[in-house]
């Protein structure tokens, strides 16, 4: 119950800091994608299971907030968070480059399926001056704040992992 607590509040968080302290830090009016940190790094650090379940609370909170369709972006993070599920297994927690590899990954998919379904299905072919102006500047901002976000995320997953194990081995 603890987890799902600390779970919900760092999703919580990270929509605030997108929504306010790093659109105050936008490089031409380019910020950084937090929930794909966070739905992506809970995905490969915790499983299929989890990813899936911050990724549609954080695209809900985004649908609820931003878009016009609720359910898209609810759809689109809950796949990546399945996604990023799948490498739980070749994921140590000393190792920096998958989970880099991994969110940038999601946040090049993520840009491109918003790109496809919002921009070119109404006959706006603007693809390639999106993907110079939008995704990969996106993408590069998402990667150094990742540098930072996921050490915490990180964190505070260790601790937990630990004082489950703990409280496990109380009733063993």
Partial sequence: MKRKIITVCIIIACFVLECTVFQRLSFASITPNLM???TSSF?????KREG???GFLSGLLIDIMFSDLIGFYTLIYTVLGYANGFFRKIFYDDDIKLPLIL???SDFLYGNIVCIFMFIMRSRFHYFYYLGHV???ELIYTILV???LYQIILHVNQRLEAEEKRSASKFV
Wanted: aromatic share 4%; hydrophobic share 70%; no cysteine.
């Fill in 103 to 105: 969110i940038a990954t």
């Fill in 135 to 137: 995704i990969i500047p």
């Fill in 146 to 148: 990742t540098l930072v």
């Fill in 36 to 38: 794909i940190i966070v």
């Fill in 43 to 47: 995905g490969f650090m915790r499983g």
């Fill in 52 to 54: 899936m379940m911050v």
